[in-house]
């Protein structure tokens, strides 16, 4: 496993990183807030501190989730309710205050993993590959022509939900009830410019195809017939 330790105190991070190997984690450090989204396809969990030279964590906690549905912990010295309820509605999975126990940060950081993993994508194949776009469901990146593609959250789901589909059409009711977890008057028309940047990232205008009146499905080449 591989964690992203976004922490500026040089102290803390090198007394994580023997400690993560000992239990088979290899660490990726950044000092400071500002790069942290360009990391994320390298790494399995991120670990947060909120008091960064930059930027407040908790923003950094927002810019990871409106990219990617990567674990995050917050590893904070604000302990307040105040500071874990607003570090749990800006994204993150929990929330550790320092000083901690390094054999309990490690047992929640196997946690947040293994809850990310056992989801809704655990019984389709991790990795799915059509016309120069891949789609790394575990990681939720995706890389065109080698080239890795920056989605919205709603766009990768979109984006997966199709994929997984295995080209069968799903309808709009559908796309919009797993990805937005509710309808709404005007559904209908966020998906499609959610489609239609979806067409435009992926400089795939045919790949997603528009079923008229039922949903959309994905142009895969067929196999096994
Ligand atoms: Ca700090």
Redesign the pocket.
Known sequence: MRILLV???DR?AAALRPALRRHGMSMVRLSAGRDVVAHLGEVDVVLL????PDMDGVDVCRAIRDTSDLPIIIVS?RGEVDDRILGLHSGADDYLVKPYDVGELVARVEAVYRRRRVGPGSLTPELIEVDGVSLDLARHTVVVDGESVTLSRKEFQVLALLATAGGAVCTRNRIVAEVWGRSWPGANRTLDVHVATLRTKLRRPELVQTVRGVGYRLDLPTTGE
Do not use: M
């Open positions: 922490e500026d105190d803390v501190d909120l008091g960064l010295a």
